[in-house]
């Protein structure tokens, strides 16, 4: 991701209407990285939080890169491989348009797993 800034940044214009371009492209090129990178920092974060909470869980699994789906949450928790929660992440902080439509998605799968259930 720094490669792919560095080198928008190192094209950028100085002044005038290319820097409104240069930064719609800049945002284009960065946007999933860095969103891959927030999620993966919140669910590294739950699991921590969630770990203190349920001292008896003995593996976790977690899935950083995917949307939800029925079968794997972005983060599982499991004692005697039995699932003791399921977790999903979001790190959006306004969630307009396609996004609310996702989180929407992403809670009714939650809500169809195992286990004691959590949102972050």
Do not use: C
């Not at 940044?9 to 945002?27: C, N, T, Y």
């Amino acid at each position: 991701m720094l490669t792919k800034m560095r080198g928008q940044l190192a094209k950028f214009p100085k002044k005038g209407p290319k820097q409104v371009e240069a930064i719609f492209s800049l945002r284009a090129e960065i946007y999933e990285d860095l969103n891959q990178l927030q999620h993966k920092a919140l669910i590294i974060a739950a699991a921590k939080r969630l770990a203190k909470r349920y001292p008896t869980i003995s593996k976790w699994k977690w899935h950083p890169k995917q949307t939800s789906s029925i079968n794997e949450a972005d983060l599982t928790g499991y004692s005697r491989d039995k699932i003791v929660i399921n977790a999903e992440v979001t790190t959006s902080n306004r969630p307009i348009g396609t996004i609310d439509q996702r989180m929407k998605r992403t809670l009714l799968s939650l809500s169809k797993k195992k286990g004691t259930l959590f949102y972050f």
